[in-house]
């Protein structure tokens, strides 16, 4: 779908148009979907988040101003939803400690770096860290559109995503020490 044709789902969509709502939906869910398990980590939670963004963005989209903006502004959306179950988990560290004990004991013993490697390499970023490599990295922004999206400069979250991923890099190289 191009600019134009996304443009116009948006004006139908904030007029009460469901189907046109829907193909942005499909239009994004991918997107969402890598951003939201990468930065909460389980599939059920990435699920649930994304039901609560897509609720709130149909029921708000009236108020959505720049139509061109949608993928940014359902983003938002999405992370602040993200941020909040992080805060959740923030509360209850014995579930992530069990998920990453439960990944360890899974991982197969060969010098590849594998998805759980990644993940918990991942789950040692702090919040912003995680938001700018999801951004980035999942939801396919540049480091313009990130910065605008985190409300920061475009030097930061280049600088915190070079260090998020020396990070990762690091956790990586340790486990396999």
């Known amino acids: 779908m191009n600019k134009e044709e996304m443009k116009a789902h948006v004006l139908l969509a904030k007029n009460g148009d469901t189907s046109s709502f829907c193909k942005l939906y499909e239009l994004y869910y991918k997107d969402m979907y890598r951003f939201a398990y990468y930065m909460l980590g389980n599939t059920q939670d990435a699920e649930d ?11 708000g ?19 602040t939803k993200c941020k909040r179950q992080m805060a959740v988990y923030a509360t209850n560290r014995d579930h992530i400690k ?6 360890s004991l899974a991982r197969e013993d060969h010098p590849y ?8 390499a991942f789950s040692t970023l702090n919040d912003t860290e995680k938001s700018i490599i999801s951004l980035m990295v999942f939801a396919g922004y540049n480091s313009r559109e990130t910065a605008k999206i985190m409300n920061s400069t475009e030097g930061t979250v280049r600088s915190a995503k070079s260090r998020a991923f020396q990070k990762m890099a690091q956790y990586i190289k340790e486990d396999f020490a």
């Not at 069990?98 to 990944?103: G, H, R, S, V, Y």
Request: aromatic share 10%; charged share 25%.
């Open 49 to 59: 988040v994304i039901s609560e963004t897509v609720l709130d963005a149909f029921t």
């Open 61 to 79: 989209i009236k108020k959505l101003k720049h139509p061109s903006k949608f993928k940014a502004w359902i983003f938002q959306i999405l992370t």
């Open 98 to 103: 069990q998920d990453i004990e439960e990944a």
């Open 113 to 120: 770096a594998t998805i759980l490697d990644v993940q918990q």
